[in-house]
């Protein structure tokens, strides 16, 4: 892929979210930000808010619209759960029905490292939360995108990609023992290798579609990890608190929210798509056996993975957005 190699942004590791909305002006814009009443979804959406976006939070929780109303003014929510077909549909039918277009839609919420759970379709939580729920929105949601003439769609992965492909052969872990690391890792390709499809399916309607590693920040998502797996990471202090180190990839949340802020806001990418990115940057191809753990690798990349990826989320989720439409 030609356009994936770093464009020399300006930013690195230390920038925080507010760093790369400088000079961004969002006014008039409407943004849908999944995850983003807790942690790095949050930090995002109140950014963008802050840049004159008009952000809509869908949450499964009051809780969760409570903590998004608290924090982001003038924040629109509504309820929506990923692992549910039918409140995905309810959600993106009625956001369509107010009219209006779609300038951003980031997909932020996720799931990690989780015991072996299933939807009610048996589909895997990590594939059905982090990659299925999003590609149903997404494909719900592309009138709205569409008529934006310009919008963007921003996949938050994470350099997990890097610990599994896709086995398209049993991709939900019906005969395979089930690994949670393995699970992540594939539902981290999956975000990838969806933003390379879709911006195959956007760009001649103005939709790009980007995938990107936040950084490693300890927060929510680590809930189902136990603390001698935490520990094992080398990512907090003895006294419990993380450890903030941008230059190991050790990031805090206005760190680890600036590269979902800079692909869903930077003038960069204006004519670029269907990238993976890191450290508010287009990250680089890197190979397997690389001694660190930067960039993407060149499988999580591949058209023609991204592809059979495509077809298969459409067999599993009867959605679709044909090339051409």
């Not at 797996?229 to 929210?257: C, L, N, W, Y």
């Amino acid at each position: 892929m030609t356009q994936q190699h770093p464009l020399n942004s300006g930013f690195d590791a230390y920038s925080t979210a507010m760093d790369v909305i400088a000079g961004v002006n969002l006014s008039g814009k409407v943004a849908i930000v999944t995850g983003g009443h807790s942690n790095l979804g949050l930090e995002a959406a109140r950014v963008l808010a802050g840049a004159g976006a008009h952000v809509i939070v869908p949450t499964r929780s009051e809780a969760g619209a409570v903590q998004a109303k608290e924090t982001i003014p003038g924040v629109e929510t509504a309820t929506m759960d990923l692992m549910d077909p039918a409140s995905i549909d309810a959600f993106a039918e009625d956001f369509l029905s107010t009219g209006r277009s779609l300038d951003i839609l980031l997909n932020s919420a996720g799931i990690m490292a989780t015991p072996l759970a299933r939807d009610a379709s048996g589909n895997e939580s990590q594939l059905s939360t982090n990659h299925l729920g999003h590609f149903r929105l997404t494909s719900r949601l592309w009138p709205a995108l569409v008529a934006a003439k310009g919008a963007r769609v921003v996949s938050v992965s994470s350099r997990g990609h890097q610990i599994a492909g896709i086995d398209f052969d049993d991709v939900n872990f019906d005969r395979r023992d089930y690994d949670k690391w393995v699970a992540y890792g594939q539902s981290k390709t999956a975000n990838v290798l969806f933003a390379i499809a879709l911006d195959e399916r956007g760009a001649q309607h103005g939709v790009r579609a980007y995938s990107l590693h936040p950084g490693s920040v300890l927060g929510p998502l680590a809930r189902h990890l136990t603390d001698e797996e935490i520990d094992s990471f080398g990512a907090r202090h003895a006294s419990g608190e993380a450890i903030v180190a941008p230059d190991r990839d050790m990031k805090s949340t206005d760190q680890g929210a600036s590269t979902l802020v800079w692909c869903a806001s930077s003038p960069l990418l204006r004519d670029i798509g269907g990238v993976y990115c890191e450290n508010s940057d287009v990250a680089r191809v890197m190979p397997e056996d690389a001694p660190e753990r930067f960039g993407v690798f060149a499988r999580a990349i591949d058209p023609e993975i991204a592809e059979r990826l495509w077809a298969l989320s459409v067999d599993m989720t009867g959605v679709d957005i044909p090339k051409g439409e």
